[in-house]
Protein backbone atom coordinates (compact mmCIF):
# COMPACT_ATOMS: atom_id res chain seq x y z
CA UNK A 1 0.00 0.00 0.00
CA UNK A 2 1.29 3.37 -0.64
CA UNK A 3 1.78 6.10 1.91
CA UNK A 4 0.75 9.54 1.32
CA UNK A 5 4.20 10.89 0.02
CA UNK A 6 3.94 8.12 -2.57
CA UNK A 7 0.08 8.75 -3.51
CA UNK A 8 0.65 12.66 -3.70
CA UNK A 9 4.22 11.95 -5.93
CA UNK A 10 1.98 10.17 -8.68
CA UNK A 11 -0.68 12.42 -8.51
CA UNK A 12 1.42 15.54 -8.74
CA UNK A 13 3.21 14.20 -11.91
CA UNK A 14 -0.13 13.55 -13.43
CA UNK A 15 -0.97 17.24 -12.51
CA UNK A 16 1.81 18.80 -13.23
CA UNK A 17 2.02 16.66 -16.91
CA UNK A 18 -1.14 18.58 -17.29
CA UNK A 19 -2.81 14.70 -17.13
CA UNK A 20 -6.57 15.16 -16.96
CA UNK A 21 -7.25 12.73 -14.12
CA UNK A 22 -6.71 15.02 -10.74
CA UNK A 23 -8.24 12.67 -7.53
CA UNK A 24 -8.00 16.30 -5.71
CA UNK A 25 -10.58 17.68 -5.81
CA UNK A 26 -9.24 21.09 -5.20
CA UNK A 27 -6.54 20.53 -8.23
CA UNK A 28 -9.04 21.06 -11.17
CA UNK A 29 -7.70 19.03 -14.26
CA UNK A 30 -7.66 22.42 -16.15
CA UNK A 31 -4.72 23.80 -13.32
CA UNK A 32 -1.50 23.80 -13.80
CA UNK A 33 0.00 22.35 -9.83
CA UNK A 34 3.11 24.73 -10.46
CA UNK A 35 0.92 27.74 -11.46
CA UNK A 36 -1.21 27.01 -8.36
CA UNK A 37 1.60 26.91 -6.17
CA UNK A 38 3.52 29.97 -6.69
CA UNK A 39 0.25 31.68 -7.58
CA UNK A 40 1.04 35.59 -7.24
CA UNK A 41 1.04 37.39 -4.06
CA UNK A 42 -1.75 40.14 -2.88
CA UNK A 43 -0.20 43.46 -3.76
CA UNK A 44 -1.06 44.59 -0.43
CA UNK A 45 0.61 41.99 1.26
CA UNK A 46 3.27 42.45 -0.72
CA UNK A 47 3.79 45.93 0.15
CA UNK A 48 3.51 44.89 3.77
CA UNK A 49 6.19 42.54 3.71
CA UNK A 50 8.33 44.88 2.13
CA UNK A 51 8.93 47.02 5.53
CA UNK A 52 9.96 44.01 7.22
CA UNK A 53 12.85 42.08 8.30
CA UNK A 54 14.45 40.23 5.29
CA UNK A 55 14.69 36.96 7.39
CA UNK A 56 10.71 37.49 8.42
CA UNK A 57 9.94 38.56 4.89
CA UNK A 58 11.75 35.05 3.70
CA UNK A 59 10.22 33.25 6.40
CA UNK A 60 6.67 33.94 6.11
CA UNK A 61 6.73 33.78 2.21
CA UNK A 62 8.43 30.14 2.41
CA UNK A 63 5.52 29.39 4.86
CA UNK A 64 2.74 30.82 2.13
CA UNK A 65 4.27 28.26 -0.43
CA UNK A 66 3.27 25.29 2.27
CA UNK A 67 0.15 26.56 2.84
CA UNK A 68 -0.66 27.37 -1.23
CA UNK A 69 0.38 23.60 -0.97
CA UNK A 70 -1.93 22.28 1.66
CA UNK A 71 -4.40 23.91 -0.20
CA UNK A 72 -3.82 21.70 -2.90
CA UNK A 73 -3.82 18.64 -0.83
CA UNK A 74 -6.14 18.64 2.42
CA UNK A 75 -9.28 16.59 0.18
CA UNK A 76 -6.70 13.97 0.11
CA UNK A 77 -9.07 10.93 2.27
CA UNK A 78 -5.30 10.65 4.06
CA UNK A 79 -5.62 13.78 5.24
CA UNK A 80 -9.00 13.59 7.09
CA UNK A 81 -7.89 13.79 10.49
CA UNK A 82 -5.20 16.35 10.30
CA UNK A 83 -7.75 18.90 8.52
CA UNK A 84 -9.98 18.50 11.07
CA UNK A 85 -7.72 19.31 13.66
CA UNK A 86 -6.52 22.33 11.50
CA UNK A 87 -10.12 22.73 11.67
CA UNK A 88 -10.58 22.63 15.60
CA UNK A 89 -7.36 24.73 16.56
CA UNK A 90 -8.32 27.30 14.25
CA UNK A 91 -11.95 27.66 15.33
CA UNK A 92 -10.71 27.41 19.23
CA UNK A 93 -7.52 29.12 19.07
CA UNK A 94 -8.00 32.55 17.79
CA UNK A 95 -7.77 34.69 21.15
CA UNK A 96 -6.50 36.43 22.62
CA UNK A 97 -5.08 38.66 19.32
CA UNK A 98 -1.97 40.11 18.40
CA UNK A 99 -0.08 41.34 15.40
CA UNK A 100 1.77 38.48 15.40
CA UNK A 101 0.12 35.90 17.67
CA UNK A 102 -1.29 33.68 14.56
CA UNK A 103 2.05 32.88 13.83
CA UNK A 104 2.47 30.65 17.37
CA UNK A 105 -0.58 28.49 15.38
CA UNK A 106 0.53 28.80 11.78
CA UNK A 107 4.13 27.59 12.72
CA UNK A 108 3.02 24.39 14.97
CA UNK A 109 0.36 23.95 11.83
CA UNK A 110 2.93 23.73 9.43
CA UNK A 111 6.56 22.64 11.56
CA UNK A 112 5.35 20.90 14.48
CA UNK A 113 2.06 18.69 13.61
CA UNK A 114 2.64 15.65 12.61
CA UNK A 115 -0.02 13.93 10.02
CA UNK A 116 -1.51 10.61 11.82
CA UNK A 117 -0.03 7.69 10.31
CA UNK A 118 2.74 9.54 8.01
CA UNK A 119 5.50 10.88 10.76
CA UNK A 120 6.09 14.07 8.62
CA UNK A 121 4.64 17.56 9.03
CA UNK A 122 3.11 19.45 6.28
CA UNK A 123 6.27 21.43 5.47
CA UNK A 124 8.46 17.99 5.99
CA UNK A 125 5.94 16.53 3.37
CA UNK A 126 6.20 19.76 1.20
CA UNK A 127 10.01 19.29 1.28
CA UNK A 128 9.78 15.42 0.44
CA UNK A 129 8.31 16.88 -2.86
CA UNK A 130 10.80 18.98 -3.65
CA UNK A 131 11.96 17.15 -7.00
CA UNK A 132 8.62 17.55 -8.42
CA UNK A 133 8.03 21.23 -7.02
CA UNK A 134 9.84 24.32 -8.25
CA UNK A 135 11.14 25.24 -4.24
CA UNK A 136 13.36 28.08 -4.60
CA UNK A 137 16.98 27.48 -2.23
CA UNK A 138 15.87 30.73 0.40
CA UNK A 139 12.28 28.96 0.73
CA UNK A 140 14.31 25.30 1.55
CA UNK A 141 16.49 27.35 3.66
CA UNK A 142 14.09 29.05 5.65
CA UNK A 143 11.56 26.00 5.90
CA UNK A 144 14.37 23.97 7.41
CA UNK A 145 14.68 26.86 9.59
CA UNK A 146 11.59 26.71 10.80
CA UNK A 147 11.67 22.74 11.35
CA UNK A 148 14.30 23.46 13.89
CA UNK A 149 12.52 26.09 15.78
CA UNK A 150 10.09 25.55 19.00
CA UNK A 151 9.08 27.60 21.45
CA UNK A 152 11.15 27.92 24.46
CA UNK A 153 11.46 29.36 28.07
CA UNK A 154 13.81 31.90 28.34
CA UNK A 155 15.52 34.73 30.69
CA UNK A 156 15.56 38.41 29.46
CA UNK A 157 19.61 38.89 30.04
CA UNK A 158 19.10 42.84 29.22
CA UNK A 159 21.13 43.90 26.12
CA UNK A 160 24.54 43.45 24.40
CA UNK A 161 25.53 45.19 21.38
CA UNK A 162 22.29 46.41 20.49
CA UNK A 163 20.42 42.80 20.99
CA UNK A 164 18.43 41.56 23.50
CA UNK A 165 20.32 39.33 24.60
CA UNK A 166 17.94 36.21 26.06
CA UNK A 167 19.14 32.58 27.60
CA UNK A 168 17.77 29.45 27.41
CA UNK A 169 16.93 28.47 30.79
CA UNK A 170 17.10 24.83 29.83
CA UNK A 171 20.46 24.87 28.46
CA UNK A 172 21.87 28.15 29.97
CA UNK A 173 22.62 29.22 25.99
CA UNK A 174 22.96 32.71 25.55
CA UNK A 175 21.60 34.28 22.25
CA UNK A 176 21.89 37.34 20.56
CA UNK A 177 18.27 38.23 19.09
CA UNK A 178 16.19 40.92 17.44
CA UNK A 179 12.54 41.26 17.42
CA UNK A 180 11.19 43.04 14.23
CA UNK A 181 8.54 44.06 16.51
CA UNK A 182 8.91 47.10 18.81
CA UNK A 183 8.83 45.18 22.22
CA UNK A 184 12.35 44.89 23.74
CA UNK A 185 11.34 43.87 26.77
CA UNK A 186 13.27 44.20 30.40
CA UNK A 187 16.20 42.69 32.05
CA UNK A 188 14.81 39.51 34.00
CA UNK A 189 11.72 38.61 32.44
CA UNK A 190 11.10 35.33 32.12
CA UNK A 191 9.56 34.44 28.09
CA UNK A 192 7.88 31.89 26.26
CA UNK A 193 8.51 32.31 22.53
CA UNK A 194 9.83 30.90 19.71
CA UNK A 195 12.75 31.73 17.27
CA UNK A 196 14.76 31.60 13.43
CA UNK A 197 17.77 30.58 13.67
CA UNK A 198 19.32 32.91 11.46
CA UNK A 199 23.23 32.87 13.07
CA UNK A 200 24.53 32.22 9.64
CA UNK A 201 22.96 34.36 7.78
CA UNK A 202 22.81 37.61 9.87
CA UNK A 203 24.94 36.93 12.80
CA UNK A 204 21.84 36.74 15.33
CA UNK A 205 18.47 35.26 15.92
CA UNK A 206 15.15 36.76 14.66
CA UNK A 207 11.86 36.55 16.32
CA UNK A 208 9.19 34.62 14.79
CA UNK A 209 6.52 34.90 17.11
CA UNK A 210 4.93 36.98 19.83
CA UNK A 211 6.97 37.19 23.19
CA UNK A 212 4.62 35.72 26.33
CA UNK A 213 6.13 37.28 29.43
CA UNK A 214 5.19 35.06 32.34
CA UNK A 215 4.65 37.00 35.55
CA UNK A 216 5.59 35.87 38.75
CA UNK A 217 7.91 33.25 37.27
CA UNK A 218 11.53 32.22 38.43
CA UNK A 219 14.16 30.22 35.78
CA UNK A 220 13.77 27.75 39.02
CA UNK A 221 10.21 27.58 38.87
CA UNK A 222 10.38 26.64 34.85
CA UNK A 223 13.14 24.21 35.88
CA UNK A 224 10.84 22.39 38.52
CA UNK A 225 8.27 22.46 35.93
CA UNK A 226 10.64 20.38 33.48
CA UNK A 227 11.63 18.12 36.38
CA UNK A 228 7.54 17.53 37.14
CA UNK A 229 7.63 15.94 33.71
CA UNK A 230 10.87 14.06 34.14
CA UNK A 231 12.88 16.32 31.94
CA UNK A 232 16.22 16.40 34.35
CA UNK A 233 19.42 17.81 33.61
CA UNK A 234 20.88 15.01 35.31
CA UNK A 235 19.67 13.12 32.59
CA UNK A 236 21.70 11.92 29.04
CA UNK A 237 19.18 12.87 26.87
CA UNK A 238 17.65 15.71 28.54
CA UNK A 239 18.22 18.50 25.86
CA UNK A 240 16.42 16.49 23.18
CA UNK A 241 13.40 15.36 25.46
CA UNK A 242 12.91 19.11 26.35
CA UNK A 243 12.73 19.82 22.06
CA UNK A 244 10.02 17.40 21.60
CA UNK A 245 8.32 18.51 24.72
CA UNK A 246 8.17 22.03 23.62
CA UNK A 247 7.79 21.14 19.79
CA UNK A 248 5.36 18.48 20.16
CA UNK A 249 3.96 17.58 23.74
CA UNK A 250 2.01 14.20 24.02
CA UNK A 251 -0.92 16.82 24.41
CA UNK A 252 -0.75 18.43 21.35
CA UNK A 253 -3.05 21.78 21.95
CA UNK A 254 -1.20 21.79 25.24
CA UNK A 255 0.84 25.07 24.60
CA UNK A 256 -2.24 26.46 22.87
CA UNK A 257 -4.28 25.71 26.06
CA UNK A 258 -2.10 27.36 28.71
CA UNK A 259 -1.66 30.61 26.87
CA UNK A 260 -5.27 30.74 26.20
CA UNK A 261 -6.08 29.68 29.62
CA UNK A 262 -3.48 32.00 31.13
CA UNK A 263 -2.90 35.53 29.23
CA UNK A 264 -3.99 38.27 31.24
CA UNK A 265 -2.64 41.52 29.90
CA UNK A 266 -2.72 41.87 25.94
CA UNK A 267 -0.67 44.09 24.14
CA UNK A 268 0.09 44.93 19.94
CA UNK A 269 3.55 42.99 20.06
CA UNK A 270 3.65 41.03 23.89
CA UNK A 271 1.10 39.49 25.81
CA UNK A 272 1.14 38.54 29.68
CA UNK A 273 1.12 35.66 30.99
CA UNK A 274 -0.34 35.39 34.31
CA UNK A 275 2.11 31.67 35.73
CA UNK A 276 4.36 29.35 34.62
CA UNK A 277 2.53 26.40 33.43
CA UNK A 278 2.00 23.47 35.20
CA UNK A 279 1.48 19.49 34.92
Known amino acids: MKNLIQELRSILKKTINNEKIVPIATLQSNENFLDLLNKQEDPVLKEQLSYLHPAIKNYILANQK ?18 NTLQEINSSYSFPLSPITP ?69 G ?25 TTKDFGYQVLSSTPYIIQECSELDCLQYFESIGIEKNKKNYLEEYRIHMKLPASKNLWLEYIISNHMEIHEDHIYLSKIIQR
Open 66 to 83: VFHFAETILEHSKLDKFY
Open 103 to 171: SIINQFLLFDLKIDGEGFSMAEIFLRLQDLIEIEENTKKYLTYGLKSSLGFYRHMGFKDGFINLKEIIS
Open 173 to 197: KNIALINPDNYKGLSGQIWLTRMID
